[in-house]
């Protein structure tokens, strides 16, 4: 094979398949050939021209795939061995390198944004960024592995308990996985969607309760569901301000908030009530250690997928895809390649 393609953003809204070369691994990379790309909100706003990237790019951050070679220096992976990709790698010796926070890396790079990613037939990149994974697993299955890998953290950060009652703020992918995780460990979970679309999703993945924040009771349905003045624990995938200044409102005093999602907007929390009752807000921040895990749960079908994909697109088409991304029945948009 002498080229590849690849779907390459040349500015804003302007995606075009292009004929690429074929690259080859330098020490310590591996080449990838993509099987599935899934498409984000933050891929989405590259694409629009909200977040700059340097022309052209190669898009596309949560891939998975098969590795088709490797460079000197590589022992995690070998040729033939199906992986997730983790789209992030550090610099590894700055402070927060060094103490483990590699996550908050201020030089980290992200795959597909700083650097060209999965809508392509093959990526190049470090071997240390391919986790590998059953080779019985399914596409779709294992393509979920990025996001959940971000709730993995997140649930992690806010120290889940058996027995707790939870609440999940935003019913998108991330919530989605994240209402899933919870009642793996033993919680149960208030759903909270901003209309009602999707409350049979959400139960039939095991949602006990759900509630809209746009019927202005989200509060009364959080006490209510926890028989007490609020949850334990609440994780924000929403990632929008509004978002933020309503969780606080669900937790009782005590308890426990973890950020995921990103708002890109500022907002006006109500702090009084942050400090009177004594909340705890978390941040969590993309993943750590967390995406061997991910693909664990995800290949032992402890997390399940099949309702979460609900758009897919051939590599041609991916401009469909942003659009798709947009539209109010989909969850996760894919690029099948
Ligand atoms: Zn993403
Ligand atoms: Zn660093």
């Given at each position: 094979?002498?080229?590849?393609?690849?779907?390459?953003?040349?500015?804003?809204?302007?995606?075009?398949?292009?004929q690429r070369a074929q690259p080859s691994p330098g020490p310590g990379e591996a080449i990838v050939r993509v099987f599935a790309s899934g498409l984000c909100g933050t891929d989405y706003r590259i694409w629009n021209g909200d977040r700059p990237v340097d022309y052209p790019r190669v898009m596309g951050h949560e891939f998975i795939g098969e590795v088709m070679a490797v460079g000197g220096d590589v022992s995690n992976v070998r040729p033939g061995q199906k992986v997730a990709v983790e789209p992030n790698y550090s610099c590894g010796h700055c402070p927060l390198c060094r103490e483990g926070n590699r996550n908050l890396c201020l030089s980290r790079t992200a795959i597909g944004i700083d650097v060209d990613g999965g809508f392509a037939e093959q990526a190049r990149l470090p071997a240390r960024c391919c986790w590998p994974a059953p080779?019985?697993?399914?596409?779709d299955q294992l393509m979920l592995a990025e996001p959940l890998?971000?709730?993995?953290?997140?649930?992690?950060?806010?120290?889940a308990r058996r027995g707790e009652r939870a609440a999940v703020l935003g019913v998108g992918a991330l919530g989605l996985l994240a209402i899933q995780l919870l009642k793996s460990r033993g919680l149960a979970v208030l759903a909270i969607g901003r209309t009602d679309r999707r409350e049979g999703l959400a139960r039939e993945l095991g949602a006990d309760e759900f509630t809209t924040t746009s019927s202005g009771h989200a509060p009364e349905a959080a006490r209510s569901f926890s028989g007490r003045e609020g949850v334990d624990l609440l994780v924000e995938t929403a990632g929008t301000g509004a978002a933020v200044e309503q969780a606080v409102e669900l937790v009782r005093p005590g308890g426990r908030l973890v950020l995921t999602g990103l708002p890109h907007e500022p907002s006006t929390v109500g702090f009084f009530g942050v400090v009177r009752r004594e909340l705890t807000i978390i941040g969590s921040m993309i993943y750590q250690q967390e995406f061997p895990e991910a693909v664990r749960l995800l290949s032992a079908g402890v997390v399940k997928v099949d309702r979460l994909v609900t758009h897919r697109f051939?590599?041609?088409?991916?401009?469909?895809?942003?659009?798709a991304h947009r539209s109010p029945e989909?969850?996760?948009v894919t690029v099948v390649i």
């Open positions: 094979m002498s080229g590849m393609h690849a779907a390459v953003l040349r500015g804003p809204r302007d995606v075009r398949v292009e080779a019985a697993i399914d596409d890998a971000v709730v993995v953290r997140a649930v992690g950060r806010g120290e051939p590599l041609e088409r991916i401009q469909e895809a942003f659009a989909s969850i996760k």
